[in-house]
C-alpha cells in the first residue's frame, strides 16, 4: 500500500514538472518575448527600468549607422533554453545561420523576387525604407514585422507560418529603387538630348513631306525678311534711291552686253542684207501696210512724187520699213533699246 502511495505521488509530481515545463514553453518560447498572459489584450509592456529605457534609445542611431553601413544579423543572442527543452520535451531551437547559409538564403531570396515584389504585409513598394530578410527566404519592411509581431503575440512568418526564425536587415529592394530611378533620369535626359537634337536638325535639313517642307521654306523665308528688316536702314527715302541706282547701274551694264554682243555691219554685210531683202520680194512696210521706196524698183505712174517724201529703212535683220514708221515705233516704245518689230531682235538701221 505504502509503495503504491508512494509510486502515485511521484507520478503526479512528474505530471505537474511536466505541464509547468510545457507552461513555460509556451509562455517564453510561442508567444512574443514582451507579452504577459495576464493582459487580455496582449499588449506589449514597456521596459519598467529608466535606465534600460534610454540604453535603447541610445542605441537607435547605433543601429541606423550599421544600416547604412551593410547587412547585419537583427538577433544578436539566440532566446533562453525553457524548462521543457531543458527536460528534452520539447527539441531544442537550432543554432545561428552561418555567413554561407545567410548567403544560400538570399540567393533563394533574390531567385523568387521577394525584394521587387511589394512587402506582403502593408502592400506596398520598399523604396529607401529599411527591410529585412527572415531565415525562411521572406522579405517585409522592418517597422512592418515588428509590428505584426506585437500585434499577434508570436514569433511567426507571415507567409509560411515558420516559427523561431531570424531576420537579417538587407538593402536589396533600396539599390533595385535606385536603379530604377538612374535609369529613368537617364531615359529622360536622352529623351531630352534627342528633342533637341531632332529640332536642330529640322532647322538645318529640309523634310521630304511636300507639307513640311512648304513649312520649311516659309519659315527660312520669314527669318531672312525678318532679319533684312531688322538690319534695314531707317531712312526709307535713301533706301529707295539706292534701290533705283543698283537698278540704273543695273541696266547699263545690260545694255553695255548688249551693244558688244551686236556688232554694227560693214559696208559688205549691207550689200548681203539688201541681196536677201530682193530675194524675199516683200516691198511693203508692216508698219503702216504700204509701199516703200527702193532705189531698185521700178517707179510708177503717180506713185513717184509720193515716194520721194517717204524714205525707207534697212534694218540689220534684213526688215524694210518707212522712216517716219520706225521713228514712231521707237518713241511709243518702252525699252530703252528697241528691237524689231518683227523678229524682235536688237537692229542697226540704214536709210537707203
Given amino acids: 500500500m505504502a509503495m503504491r502511495k508512494g509510486l502515485t505521488s511521484k507520478a503526479s509530481n512528474k505530471l505537474v514538472i511536466?505541464?509547468?515545463?510545457?507552461?513555460?514553453?509556451?509562455?517564453?518560447?510561442?508567444?512574443?518575448?514582451?507579452?504577459?498572459?495576464?493582459?487580455?489584450?496582449?499588449?506589449?509592456?514597456?521596459?519598467?527600468?529608466?535606465?534600460?529605457?534610454?540604453?535603447v534609445e541610445k542605441r537607435g542611431p547605433r543601429?541606423?549607422?550599421?544600416?547604412?553601413?551593410?547587412?547585419?544579423?537583427?538577433?544578436?543572442?539566440?532566446?533562453?533554453?525553457?524548462?521543457?527543452?531543458k527536460l528534452g520535451l520539447?527539441?531544442?531551437?537550432?543554432?545561428?545561420?552561418?555567413?554561407?547559409?545567410?548567403?544560400?538564403?538570399?540567393?533563394?531570396?533574390?531567385?523568387?523576387?521577394?525584394?521587387?515584389?511589394?512587402?506582403?504585409?502593408?502592400?506596398?513598394?520598399?523604396?529607401?525604407?529599411?527591410?529585412?530578410?527572415?531565415?525562411?527566404s521572406h522579405?517585409?519592411?522592418?517597422?512592418?514585422?515588428?509590428?505584426?509581431?506585437?500585434?499577434?503575440?508570436?514569433?511567426?512568418?507571415?507567409?509560411?507560418?515558420?516559427?523561431?526564425?531570424?531576420t537579417r536587415v538587407i538593402h536589396d529592394a533600396a539599390q533595385l529603387f535606385r536603379h530604377q530611378c538612374a535609369t529613368r533620369i537617364q531615359a529622360c535626359w536622352r529623351g531630352y538630348a534627342a528633342r533637341k537634337r531632332y529640332r536642330t536638325l529640322r532647322k538645318s535639313i529640309c523634310p521630304k513631306d511636300k507639307r513640311l517642307r512648304r513649312k520649311f521654306f516659309e519659315a527660312k523665308l520669314q527669318e531672312l525678311n525678318d532679319s533684312f528688316v531688322r538690319?534695314?536702314?531707317?531712312?526709307?527715302?535713301?533706301?529707295l534711291s539706292d534701290i533705283n541706282r543698283s537698278l540704273s547701274s543695273s541696266r547699263r551694264v545690260f545694255q553695255q552686253l548688249e551693244?558688244?554682243?551686236?556688232?554694227?555691219?560693214q559696208e559688205n554685210d549691207?550689200?548681203?542684207?539688201?541681196?536677201?531683202?530682193?530675194?524675199?520680194?516683200?516691198w511693203d512696210c508692216a508698219i503702216c501696210l504700204t509701199a516703200l521706196c527702193f532705189p531698185s524698183l521700178p517707179t510708177e505712174a503717180g506713185t513717184s512724187s509720193l515716194r520721194q517724201y517717204r524714205r525707207t529703212v534697212l534694218l540689220s535683220c534684213s526688215h524694210l520699213?518707212?522712216?517716219?514708221?520706225?521713228?514712231?515705233?521707237?518713241?511709243?516704245?518702252?525699252?530703252?533699246?528697241?528691237?524689231?518689230?518683227?523678229?524682235?531682235?536688237a537692229y542697226h538701221k540704214k536709210l537707203i
Fill in 270 to 282: 549691207w550689200d548681203r542684207i539688201e541681196s536677201q531683202v530682193i530675194q524675199r520680194g516683200v
Fill in 231 to 239: 538690319y534695314c536702314h531707317t531712312d526709307t527715302e535713301a533706301f
Fill in 63 to 85: 543601429r541606423r549607422d550599421r544600416q547604412e553601413e551593410g547587412e547585419y544579423v537583427l538577433d544578436s543572442s539566440p532566446p533562453p533554453l525553457t524548462l521543457a527543452q
Fill in 259 to 265: 551693244r558688244k554682243h551686236i556688232s554694227e555691219p
Fill in 139 to 166: 522579405v517585409f519592411h522592418r517597422a512592418c514585422l515588428q509590428a505584426f509581431e506585437r500585434f499577434s503575440g508570436r514569433k511567426c512568418c507571415p507567409m509560411c507560418r515558420k516559427q523561431q526564425y531570424e
Fill in 321 to 345: 520699213f518707212h522712216q517716219l514708221c520706225l521713228e514712231a515705233f521707237e518713241a511709243f516704245t518702252v525699252e530703252s533699246r528697241p528691237s524689231c518689230p518683227l523678229c524682235r531682235s
Fill in 18 to 55: 511536466t505541464s509547468a515545463a510545457f507552461q513555460d514553453h509556451i509562455t517564453h518560447g510561442l508567444l512574443h518575448p514582451h507579452v504577459s498572459l495576464s493582459d487580455p489584450l496582449l499588449r506589449r509592456k514597456p521596459p519598467r527600468n529608466p535606465a534600460a529605457r534610454g540604453r
Fill in 90 to 136: 520539447v527539441a531544442s531551437p537550432a543554432g545561428k545561420l552561418t555567413e554561407d547559409e545567410w548567403t544560400r538564403v538570399k540567393a533563394r531570396s533574390v531567385q523568387q523576387g521577394e525584394s521587387a515584389q511589394p512587402c506582403a504585409i502593408c502592400r506596398e513598394e520598399f523604396l529607401l525604407q529599411p527591410q529585412v530578410l527572415l531565415s525562411c
